[in-house]
């Protein structure tokens, strides 16, 4: 199973479901590498029934030397959060742009499934570039009944900040919340001024300790923690039935982000009758994206001259 983050692929193994079907399914990833080998053992010795991993494995020599000898009976091949394939193959983690090549090792027989909540017209493209031409493509209705969408401009950051103290209670009240933010700094600087204002809120992003990284996920997914302040980092697919409401602290690079990510709340209707989603759209915005855009851009025509 090809997924994209860490985080997710936690949420999955400890998934009520899993825990149903009893399947033995394991990860590998650069925060357990001291359980690699006993991984490798075990899925040799025909002891573990799935596992997960970054598309960046299969391209890493000790993972194929491992798993060379089991190719050829891999019965189920699945990526998870298939719009990655576009959304982050042309940018950032351009393995998932060289997945078709590994697809080509398997047995005619091998099973393909791809998995996404935003597969637009675009993204069915690239996937069946990827995984196959002869997919089919099955769709599942896009409205949530329990759901409410909500966009207020500010002039300024102050003003974000203070909506968010004057009308977290209000949402707190209904379950926990995530606010997402463009850069690693909004987060530290959101999170340091709910936290003086007497909320339980934390920080959460890929630079942080593995260790600590855990222990969040751990505690919110046990409801220790009110409101998550993140990046990207966190939250793609995470399954948790009483995630009230998804705050955007600046308006997310694209559509299909945004869709993904307000797509975390409302998820259990019976817990979560009127979830809500709310951006909260500044002057500043655009500047940040721009930032994040205008190096690819230098490097482009760098590598064309």
Known sequence: IICPLIA??????????????????REINSENEKEWTKIYADIKADKVDAIMIAPEKLYNTRFLSEIKDIIPYISLFVVDEAHCISDWGHDFRVSFRRIVKFVQRFSPN??????????????????????????????????????AIDIIRFGSDYGKLRWLVRNLPNLNKKGCGIIYCLTVKDCKKVTKYLVEQGFNARAYYARLDPKEKQQIESDFQSDKIDVLIATIAFGMGVDKKN?????????????????????????????????KAIMLVGD??????????????????????
């Open 284 to 305: 500043d915005d655009n500047d940040t994206n721009i930032y994040f855009i205008t190096p690819c851009i230098k490097i482009s025509r760098a590598e064309k001259t």
């Open 8 to 25: 997710l692929m936690r949420n999955h193994i400890e998934s009520a479901t899993v825990a149903k079907t009893q399947l033995s399914v």
């Open 110 to 147: 091998t099973a393909i499934l791809a998995t996404t909540a935003t597969a637009n017209d675009r993204v069915v493209r690239d996937i069946k570039y990827q995984l196959g031409k002869d997919l089919e493509v099955l769709r599942g209705d896009m409205n949530r009944e329990n759901f």
């Open 243 to 275: 995630i009230a409401y998804v705050v955007h602290f600046q308006q997310p690079a694209g559509v299909i982000a945004y869709y993904q990510q307000i797509g975390r709340a409302g998820r259990n209707i019976k817990s979560v009758p009127d979830a």
